[in-house]
């Protein structure tokens, strides 16, 4: 969807005199609030937005409020511009490793991205000390927050507790009041906030790993790297995957056009496109693969194999091709999480070579009924509209 779309909506005054319509007690900046129209999972929302001087005055908030509150008072949350996401995007790879936890990835944001360079840059969130970024997220949708802290302050008791102040304040940007799910996988303390702050574990998620070890295995199918103005193919293998129906014409482009714009932020560079053809030479099957840098976790998201050509192996094939798709970009592991319930989708990368890792799960504040508790996860990305990412196959 173009970013201008995205990022149009009804605006209401921020009221400084009083403090529930503002980022900041006392703030007189008298900015607007812009309700921006997003999509999760086929429900329209809004998702409220601040303005740089908002976000100043939350962090003056912290730093004139915050004493007593030891290693918060200097924390500041902002919105980057677009001209960060480059640095976001080295930042998040840096906290990639094998050993680690699948959190947010850069090819998460690369996802995102298919709205465009600015709606991406509106979407994150960042808490910096300094010029040290501490804790990046994706609000990937008006209900879903994705984390990722830097590995060495996962247990930083303090950065936690700023982050949940943050994600439980609506005027602090982020999330709204009432129903919200966050992603925090390997984020100890945070998920421990959580726990203590009304937060529920929400439905599990089977991480997967692919060491790489084993030699590429030979495809007999055509396995292309597709560019982004040339994804109509891609495209409809994809809806077709995830909504059963063949794509109308106008969100065929609307898609397509989607990649091109993803081909504007610094995300695709460290990207595939891939299609998988059969003997025919019909498109059955399609995905895109997330390199985070030489020697890191690459990311398969998503994956998906037409509903016509279902039951064939090519869900495994494309798989196939996808790690070594990352192989090529230099990754040391390919990752994905799939919903544990996706049996299929499990099944495949099983299939595949992957290994199964425990069951995460999100955190939800809400009506939902609560799972019993485990650690941080991982969700599924959303492109625009109800089109799931994920995988199917």
């Known amino acids: 969807m173009p970013a201008e779309e995205l990022l149009s909506g009804t605006a209401s005054r921020c009221r400084g005199d009083r403090r529930e319509y503002c980022a900041g007690p006392g703030c007189r900046c008298g900015r607007a609030v812009v309700a921006v129209p997003v999509t999760r999972r086929g429900r329209s ?30 924390v500041v949350l902002r919105t980057p511009g677009v001209d960060e996401l480059g640095g976001i995007c080295s930042v998040l790879g840096k906290w990639q490793h094998d050993r680690g936890p699948l959190h947010l990835h850069p090819g998460d944001l690369g996802w995102y991205s298919l709205r465009g360079p600015a709606a991406t840059a509106a979407a994150t969130r960042v808490w910096s000390q300094g010029d040290t970024i501490l804790a990046i997220a994706l609000l990937d949708g008006p209900e879903l927050l994705r984390f990722a802290i830097d590995p060495t302050r996962r247990r930083d008791a303090s950065l936690a507790l700023r982050i949940v102040d943050d994600v439980n304040n609506p005027m602090a ?32 998620w089977t991480p997967l790993h692919h060491d790489m070890a084993a030699s590429p295995k030979a495809s007999v199918l055509r396995v292309e790297t597709v560019e982004p103005g040339h994804t109509a193919e891609w495209v409809a293998v994809h809806w077709s ?20 714009l993803a081909a504007e932020s610094p995300f695709l560079d460290l990207a595939r496109i891939l299609s998988l053809r059969c003997r025919d030479g019909h498109v059955v099957a399609a995905a895109a693969v997330w390199s985070a840098g030489e020697g890191r976790p690459g990311l398969i998201e998503p994956l998906a194999v037409h509903q016509e050509h279902r039951g064939r192996g090519y869900g495994t094939a494309m798989t196939n091709a996808a790690v070594d798709a990352l192989r090529q970009l230099g990754s040391s592991s390919a990752i994905v999480c799939a919903e544990t319930s996706n049996a299929g989708a ?3 990368y099983l299939a595949a070579g992957f290994t199964a890792h425990p069951e995460v799960t999100d955190w939800h504040r809400g009506s939902a009924t609560p799972l019993p508790v485990l650690p941080g996860c991982v969700s599924a990305l959303q492109n625009e509209d109800p089109v799931r990412a994920g995988t199917s196959a």
């Open 45 to 74: 929302r809004h998702q409220v937005g601040v303005s740089l001087r908002q976000q100043r005055c939350s962090s003056a908030f912290w730093n004139t409020f915050g004493e007593g509150r030891r290693g918060i008072m200097d």
């Open 173 to 204: 940007g982020i999330l709204s009041a009432g129903a919200a799910t966050i992603e925090a996988r390997g984020a100890v303390a945070l998920t421990e906030q959580l726990a203590q702050n009304d937060w529920s574990a929400d439905e599990p």
């Open 241 to 260: 995957a995830f909504r059963g129906t063949p794509i109308p014409d106008e969100r065929s482009q609307r898609f397509v056009d989607g990649w091109r």
């Open 346 to 348: 499990v099944a495949t």
